[in-house]
């Protein structure tokens, strides 16, 4: 049963880490220089993490549901 626990654990950790490297790649094709003001990188910086980290644990997160109702499908027949 721990198993079970500590294999979902690192599929999740390993998901959530991929999707976020994967949404920080997409947001630096934007050009959001315009959407600061000048001298606040700083706060566009920390602006760009938190939107990685939403977007990517929240498209992981639905990959992961995703993957479990798939897995529960067996129980449908």
């Known amino acids: 049963m721990q198993e079970f626990f500590v294999?979902?654990?690192l599929t999740s950790m390993t998901s959530h880490?991929?999707?976020?490297?994967?949404?920080w790649y997409a947001l630096?094709?934007?050009?959001?220089?315009?959407?600061f003001r000048k001298g606040k990188v700083f706060e566009a910086r920390i602006l760009m993490?938190?939107?990685t980290i939403a977007i990517g644990?929240?498209?992981?997160?639905?990959?992961?549901?995703?993957l479990s109702w798939s897995n529960s499908l067996i129980y449908l027949f």
């Open 49 to 51: 993490i938190f939107l």
């Open 28 to 35: 630096q094709a934007l050009n959001l220089d315009g959407l």
């Open 57 to 66: 644990a929240t498209v992981s997160r639905f990959f992961l549901d995703f």
């Open 17 to 23: 880490l991929i999707f976020i490297v994967i949404t």
């Open 7 to 9: 294999q979902d654990a």
